[in-house]
């Protein structure tokens, strides 16, 4: 890989989560009826950041749960042998809840897809909203994000890398592009 450029520093990060929680409570009327669900892996610690940063704001405490979707993945049969499993905690009912999944980039939709049917097998919730740090396009089912950090458009040779302190110790948004093999 060949590291093209930084898109998001450790500030601009930040106003994305305060602009995302601010558009959630506005959206919501308020977060009464909302539930974060962070979807492995780095889209936990952006669901406990918008929580924390609702409850900043609010002064109410927005339940968080993490949602591992590995078996759920309509490509489970291309990953390794043995996958790595996270874990899914969601100590609450979704049932009747807004549910807002959480995710670090949304790129063909297909993450989402099958967040959507681990969330519809939990329970019946009263909608399903969807927050993303950043949207790369390319999508290949017709799913749309409710909230966007930041729309970086990409060609289908570059990867986003987003890394977060709590799970790579700094917080960076960085766009890079595949290398390309010459054959001989």
């Known amino acids: 890989m060949v590291s093209k450029a930084e898109i998001m520093d450790q500030s601009s990060i930040d106003r994305a989560v305060v602009r995302i929680s601010h558009e959630i409570i506005e959206k919501n009327k308020g977060v009464s009826e909302i539930a974060l669900i962070g979807i492995q892996r780095r889209g936990v610690p952006l669901a406990r950041r918008i929580a924390k940063k609702i409850f900043e704001i609010e002064g109410i405490h927005v339940p968080v749960g ?14 390794a042998e043995h996958p790595v499993i996270n ?6 009912p979704v049932s009747d809840k807004k549910i807002i999944l959480i995710d670090d980039v949304l790129f063909t939709g297909r993450t989402v897809r099958a967040a959507i049917g681990a969330v519809m097998d939990i329970g019946r919730p009263k ?31 570059e990867v986003i ?8 110790n700094e917080n960076l948004v960085i766009i890079s592009e595949l290398e390309k093999t010459i054959a001989h």
Do not use: C, W
């Open 127 to 157: 909608a399903i909203q969807l927050a993303i740090l950043i949207d790369r396009g390319h999508r290949e089912l017709p799913i749309r994000a409710d909230y966007i950090g930041k729309n970086v458009p990409t060609s289908k040779n």
């Open 66 to 79: 993490i949602l591992d979707i590995t078996f759920y993945r309509d490509d489970l049969s291309m990953l």
């Open 161 to 168: 890398h987003v890394k977060l302190e709590e799970i790579d």
């Open 87 to 92: 874990g899914t905690q969601i100590d609450f």
